[in-house]
């Protein structure tokens, strides 16, 4: 399913965060969302779900745009795997990933067999299997992280939004979420945008780069034909060396100092 | 947790709940036996005697109007906790059951029936605890500590407001019903009111029950709620008049009766675990058997003189009060 932003404006009292963003996440790619601090990556992100309310433009969803949606449905064809998520009450994994079924479950029955089935499944697809009794504050932020994303997955979405998911993982764990997104986004009728600081990853796995900058999109594209060294040094306001990694053939960004004018 | 498998949890709660209540229509300054009572209530016995009168004329209504108190406050404990995401949110504790009893005091004093009062109640609690929550919120919701301290102001508010309408009373009478229905007790309850509002409050606690997997979802917070597909301003409207209509009944009743709705939420989660389908039922049960419990000690334990269930809730709400503070500090400071 398609999900679009058309001049997105957004801001937090008199200040703009987002000034006229427009972008579209295309059936079957990894949109990768970068930019430096405060450029507005998780605003727009969330613009995208319908959390937080335009100032100006429109998000659209499908054919339809986002206020015309009923936050059920959304639910049902969006999901959003959020940075963090604090329960009140220690709840186990099972119920926590579970309530990714809230939307699909009847209004007030709460789950059925076939909801349970579906818990079921994303468990094993994210290796919770074995965590699935534990409490969900007893977790590692790895092991969250995944049970964050099986609860997402749990919606059955065709569209998943990631907000900065590899952010204090270790490495092994950063590549595991990295092919997760890449393998969902590839499924029929799915696409997936994911929000990340670390460029390299971005420009391995991602099909296409916006690079949001102080409210802009200021370039977007396949990774190679975006990732530049003016770029860097505009954006992100360092000198920096790009390489081609000879073991994965994509770009690698070295950062070699502060930029004398940002 | 599906039905099937909280059925038989359920099913237990229940028979422990029926063999306290057999238990407490037997014991008293006159005992009768458990055998009698039985026979009593399924209408075997020979229909005239002291020992049926006083089983069900007197300590019926009382017992039914201590079961519906406790699962009233329990239920009403388990809504403000999911809606505050707060283990410390209790009627009591935020000031709805002030507010609440404030409004009964106001029915009196203007001179209104008993179910007006209780709607007076009813208004009272919600308007109380809408002035918490509007004071407290901020944009990431209700800061807990805001919330508490909120409350504990208005709750103060409002016992002032008690104390200048007894103040205002002129007549004795009049102010010593406003006394005694404060005190926090069960000797003055009569079928007349019980007859109706015990039914209503089962039906309230089943509303709340339909609405189980909502207080899951909500209890994430808005943002992961709403992200999830919930519409938590209405659903978030609809439990904070569940609790304010449970707490005001409950109020009607017995009074303002301290800590059942923060410690049974409390027991009950570690019986049966966070999950509002199975924790919902038990702090019902849990909080009628509570009171039920202790309106027992209360009419026995200083014979023939009958101590204030107010203040015996409150001598055994606080210290597990303070366990449950205790253990978080400590759970904090591990963290």
């Not at chain 1, 360092?238 to 502060?258: F, I, K, M, Q």
């Not at chain 2, 014991?27 to 016995?45: H, M, N, Q, S």
């Not at chain 2, 039914?64 to 388990?78: D, I, K, Y």
């Not at chain 2, 209360?298 to 409150?314: D, F, M, Y």
């Amino acid at each position: 399913m398609k999900l679009a932003a058309h001049e997105v404006r957004c801001g937090y009292g008199a200040q703009d965060v987002l000034r006229g963003v427009s972008l579209e996440l295309r059936e079957g790619e990894l949109y990768g969302l970068v930019g430096p601090n405060g450029a507005g990556k998780s605003t727009l992100l969330r613009c995208l779900y319908g959390a937080q309310p335009l100032s100006g433009g429109e998000v659209v969803l499908g054919e339809r745009p986002l206020p015309r949606w009923g936050r059920r449905a959304i639910a049902r064809v969006l999901g959003v795997v959020p940075q963090r998520s604090n329960p009140a009450f220690p709840v186990a994994v099972r119920h926590f990933v579970g309530m990714g079924r809230f939307a699909r479950e009847p209004l007030l029955g709460g789950p059925t067999r076939e909801d349970e089935r579906a818990v079921d499944a994303c468990l094993a697809e994210l290796g919770l299997v074995a965590l699935a009794d534990r409490a969900v504050d007893e977790l590692s932020g790895g092991e969250f992280r995944r049970v964050l994303i099986a609860q997402a997955l749990a919606q059955e979405p065709a569209v998943l939004l990631f907000d900065e998911p590899v952010q204090q993982l270790d490495l092994k764990h950063q590549l595991e979420v990295m092919e997760f997104a890449r393998a969902f986004a590839r499924r029929a009728g799915a696409s997936a945008l994911i929000v990340l600081h670390d460029l390299g990853l971005a420009a391995r796995y991602c099909d296409r780069l916006g690079v949001l900058h102080a409210g802009h999109l200021v370039a977007e594209g396949p990774p190679d034909a975006t990732l530049t060294v003016e770029l860097l040094r505009r954006v992100w306001g360092v000198e920096a060396s790009l390489e081609r990694s000879p073991a994965t053939g994509a770009l690698h960004v070295v950062p070699l100092r502060e930029a004398r004018d940002a | 947790m599906p039905l099937r498998r909280r059925a038989p949890l359920l099913a237990l709660g229940l028979a422990v709940v029926l063999a306290a209540l057999v238990v407490s229509l037997g014991v008293g300054v006159i005992d009768v036996p458990f055998g009698e009572v039985l026979a009593i209530l399924g209408g075997r016995d020979d229909g005239a005697s002291l020992h049926r009168t006083l089983v069900l004329d007197m300590r019926l209504p009382r017992a039914v109007g201590a079961l519906t108190v406790g699962a009233a406050l329990g239920a009403a404990g388990v809504l403000l906790q999911a809606l505050l995401r707060d283990a410390l949110a209790s009627p009591t504790i935020i000031g709805t059951a002030q507010a609440s009893g404030f409004g009964r005091v106001l029915g009196v004093f203007v001179g209104l029936g008993y179910a007006g009062s209780v709607g007076l109640s009813f208004v009272m609690a919600l308007a109380g605890t809408l002035l918490v929550l509007a004071t407290s919120r901020s944009r990431r919701g209700f800061p807990a500590q805001t919330v508490l301290l909120t409350g504990v102001n208005v709750g103060m508010l409002f016992a002032a407001l008690i104390g200048l309408l007894q103040y205002l009373s002129r007549d004795e009478g009049q102010l010593s019903r406003m006394v005694l229905m404060l005190l926090g007790g069960l000797w003055q309850v009569t079928w007349a009111p019980l007859a109706w509002i015990a039914p209503l409050a089962a039906v309230l606690v089943a509303a709340a029950l339909l609405l189980a997997r909502h207080l899951d979802l909500l209890s994430l917070g808005e943002e992961d709620a709403r992200r999830l597909g919930q519409h938590t301003q209405s659903v978030g409207t609809l439990v904070l008049v569940l609790a304010c209509a449970l707490t005001s009944l409950a109020v009607s009743i017995a009074g303002v009766i301290a800590f059942v709705g923060l410690v049974v939420p409390h027991a009950a989660r570690r019986l049966v675990g966070p999950v509002h389908a199975a924790l919902l039922p038990a702090s019902a049960l849990l909080g009628g058997l509570l009171v039920l419990a202790t309106d027992c000690v209360a009419r026995t334990a200083a014979q023939p003189n009958e101590l204030p269930l107010g203040v015996l809730t409150s001598l055994i709400g606080v210290p597990c009060f303070l366990a449950v503070l205790h253990s978080m500090a400590r759970k904090g400071a591990a963290r």
